[in-house]
Every structure is written in structure tokens, then in C-alpha cells.
């Protein structure tokens, strides 16, 4: 259940856990919506479904997910959770984000509220506390430096004009801090591969490995640890949100314990958002705080 826990993380943030940092690719690339719904599976047995709308737009962003567990697992944790985002952008990079979670069962609720301020974490609030035990590898100043909240890291923007479906998406390593568990995400390019939404998105998508290496916040004799920390058949597969330069992922798996657990699109609909007017745009720069399954079918290797 511990490495369960650890993948819905690095899957979406959540289903909290992954990707490179959001950046502003000009006036005219970023305005847009995307309503996305997703169901996860582990081996094979639906286990839980959310949603995820993003906004994106020349000065901001935001991304809320929510998500609940279902069938068998409901029974047993009754799980479910909200991530929120927001964040502003400034000369193509974000310059403050506010990240909230909140996950509740039947038994225990974890709440978490951090801000990130040019990569660094300037305020952090735990419910319940975090947990000092001996062993456990202190989160230190240092390595609260240089960190993209969860969710901001599942946004990749592509720089430049050209195609953005190419390796280079591939080509990053992600320094995640989700309040408990600082983490990097080393992506590596494998495959292309063709997706079907049975609402909204059908086109290629990019095939990410992903390696996860803990940082700190963490035990290093926990077997949930020890075990992502061997995976080397995790996978993100990224898709563009139409009208901008931001990749964000159609899907994500990797092996468990008990089975391959799978977290896959089945609605990922864009729509354009009016452009703000310019005395908008230029206040937003300024910091300030902030069920049906889909068909995917894999394409050759350009």
C-alpha cells in the first residue's frame, strides 16, 4: 500500500508525483483550458478516478485535481484528495507558485500547504507534523532549493516554434518537493506512441522512462523506497494541451507488489480562454501569494 501511496504521487499529482517546469512561451501560446478525467487501474481492477482542469494563460497558471478511490479500494480506505496550484510567470519562468493537498480516509487526513518562491520554499505548513525519526533523512534548507511543487512539475513547456513532440520532451530531471518527500524525477526518452480520449484528444504522444531517486524526507530501509528507487519500468506518456507549448501527461504507470498500476486519460478536452486585457496581464507578472477506457495503441519508433 506504502508503494501504491508513492506512485498515485509521482503519477499525477497527484496523483502526486512528476514533470519539468512550466514556462511561458510568448504572447500568443498560452491561452487555454484543459477538462481531463482519469481512471486508475492496478493489475487490471479499477481502483480509482479524478479530474483535472488547467488553465494556462500569458501571466498564470493554475491546475486543480481531484480524485477519489473506487470499487474494492473504496471499501477498504475510502480514500480521496484535492491538489490545487496556482503560480505566476515572469520573463518565461515561474516566479511563485502556492501548492495545497489535501487526502483524507477512513483512518488518518494529510494536509499540506507550501509556496515556492523562485525555487525556493518560503512557507510550509504540515498536518500532522512531519515525522523526525533518527533514521529518516532531514529536509534541510538546502534541499528545499531549486524545487518545483508537484504539480507545477507536471506542466512541460517546450521552448522554441517547432514540433514539440519530439525526445527533447524527455530530455529533463525534476526536482520535486511535495511538503514530506523532496524527490528527483529523471526522465529519458523511449518511444512514440498514438492515443485516443474517448473524449477530446487523439493524436501521438511522447514516452517518457522515469527513474526516481529520493532526496531527502524519507527512510532509506523502507521497502516503498527501496523499491521505486529500483523500478526502471515506470513511464509517463506526455500530450500537448492544444493552442499552447505545455505538454502534460495522458498517462503514467509502473510496476507494484501486487500488480502494474496505470493512471490513463479518458476525457482530455482544450478549449481557448479570452486573452486578458493588458492592464490585467501586466498586474498578474507582479509576485504575489497566491468510465469508459480510453484506446491507446503504440506507434514505431521514428
Known amino acids: 500500500m506504502r508503494a501504491s501511496r508513492h506512485l498515485q504521487r509521482i503519477g499525477l499529482a497527484a496523483a ?4 519539468a517546469a512550466l514556462t511561458y512561451a510568448g504572447p500568443a501560446a498560452a491561452q487555454a483550458r484543459l477538462d481531463a478525467r482519469y481512471v486508475a487501474t492496478l493489475a487490471g481492477l479499477p481502483i480509482g478516478e ?7 494563460d500569458e501571466a498564470d497558471y493554475s491546475a486543480t485535481a481531484t480524485g477519489a478511490t473506487t470499487g474494492l479500494m473504496r471499501a477498504f ?8 496550484t496556482r503560480g505566476s510567470l515572469h520573463a518565461g519562468k515561474p516566479i511563485l507558485s502556492s501548492y495545497t493537498a489535501s487526502i483524507h480516509s477512513y483512518k488518518k487526513a494529510d494536509e499540506i500547504s507550501l509556496k ?9 505548513k504540515l498536518d500532522p507534523p512531519a ?7 532531514p529536509i534541510t534548507e538546502a534541499t528545499k532549493r531549486g524545487v518545483l511543487d508537484p504539480m507545477t512539475a507536471t506542466l512541460i513547456r517546450m ?3 517547432g514540433d514539440m513532440m519530439t525526445p527533447e520532451a524527455c530530455a529533463r530531471t525534476l526536482p520535486v518537493f511535495d511538503g514530506r518527500l523532496r524527490y528527483d524525477l529523471r526522465l529519458a526518452y523511449k518511444r512514440m506512441a498514438e492515443v485516443k480520449a474517448d473524449k477530446g484528444y487523439a493524436g ?3 514516452v517518457c522512462a522515469v527513474n526516481f531517486t529520493p532526496v531527502a524526507g524519507y527512510i532509506p530501509t523502507r521497502a516503498a523506497i527501496k523499491y521505486l528507487s529500483e523500478q526502471r519500468d515506470m513511464e509517463i506518456w506526455l500530450v500537448p494541451i492544444a493552442g499552447t507549448r505545455v505538454l502534460v501527461p ?3 504507470e509502473g510496476p507494484t507488489p501486487i500488480g502494474r498500476a496505470i493512471l490513463q486519460a479518458t476525457e482530455f478536452v482544450t478549449t481557448a480562454t479570452p486573452p486578458k486585457a493588458p492592464e490585467a496581464v501586466k498586474a498578474s507578472i507582479q509576485p504575489r501569494e497566491r468510465p469508459a477506457k480510453a484506446v491507446v495503441k503504440e506507434a514505431k519508433t521514428p
Open 131 to 137: 515525522e523526525t525519526e533518527a533514521e529518516r533523512v
Open 250 to 252: 495522458f498517462r503514467a
Open 116 to 124: 515556492v518562491d523562485g525555487g525556493a520554499v518560503k512557507d510550509l
Open 77 to 84: 480506505t475510502g480514500g480521496y484528495g484535492q491538489t490545487i
Open 16 to 19: 502526486s508525483a512528476v514533470l
Open 159 to 161: 521552448p522554441g516554434h
Open 204 to 206: 501521438p504522444a511522447v
Open 50 to 56: 479524478g479530474s483535472w482542469l488547467i488553465t494556462v
